[in-house]
């Protein structure tokens, strides 16, 4: 990871030691480290990384401002004047340290973990898929089912369309006979007996 990545920046004032004075500036925070650049000469002031904090606390400076300190390798860096508040930037400070704590500690059983997490994921990718099979299975045999069902139904309906035909074919016959053995009484013929 780029160590020159500035994950945010916080206007504030950091107590120089040497000069025993206070000096404006901003506060930045890299994936790897904290820094502090002075706005007067634009010199980096602190830059150490996030491994070497031992300790971030809020304290008051003089009894009166609200600082964050951040104990580094037995120096006490002190920072003031926090923009937005104090609270957010110890929070994220925090929140980014102990991210490299954990990081640093579990290197090692992360190695491992990651084999047997992958092993697991693929586990339960292959479990997951065999549920969702064994489901389509089932909703495709219930569907063969109904499948089956209409087309018995529509056999039916053929078969029943087949002797309603052949009776209209008869009753077409029958109608037609009785029209043509009338026309042969009115013309003196005499009728002919039918049999089917």
């Given at each position: 990871m780029n160590e020159d990545i500035r994950i945010h920046s916080w206007p504030c004032s950091?107590?120089?030691?040497?000069?025993?004075?206070?000096?404006?500036g901003k506060l930045s925070?890299?994936?790897?480290?904290?820094?502090?650049?002075?706005?007067k000469t634009g010199e980096l002031l602190v830059n150490f990384h996030l491994s070497s904090i031992s300790e971030i606390k809020k304290e008051s400076s003089n009894l009166?401002?609200?600082?964050?300190?951040?104990?580094?390798?037995?120096?006490?860096?002190?920072?003031?004047?926090?923009?937005?508040?104090?609270?957010?930037?110890?929070?994220i400070l925090e929140h980014f340290w102990r991210e490299q704590l954990l990081s640093s500690q579990s290197a090692g059983a992360e190695a491992a973990a990651l084999q047997s997490t992958k092993g697991k994921e693929l586990t339960g990718l292959l479990t997951g898929s065999?549920?969702?099979?064994?489901?389509?299975?089932?909703?495709?045999?219930?569907?063969?089912?109904?499948?089956?069902?209409?087309?018995?139904?529509?056999?039916?309906?053929?078969g029943d369309m087949d002797v309603a035909d052949r009776n209209l074919v008869r009753s077409n016959y029958w109608e037609n006979m009785k029209d043509h053995d009338i026309i042969q009484e009115e013309t003196g013929q005499r009728p002919q007996t039918h049999g089917c």
């Open positions: 950091y107590y120089l030691d040497t000069s025993k004075q206070w000096v404006s925070l890299t994936p790897v480290a904290i820094k502090f650049t002075a706005d009166i401002f609200s600082s964050l300190t951040v104990l580094e390798k037995n120096t006490k860096h002190w920072f003031s004047s926090l923009q937005p508040n104090r609270n957010v930037v110890f929070n065999q549920k969702r099979l064994e489901d389509t299975a089932k909703v495709l045999h219930y569907q063969g089912e109904q499948f089956d069902n209409i087309m018995k139904g529509l056999n039916k309906i053929e």
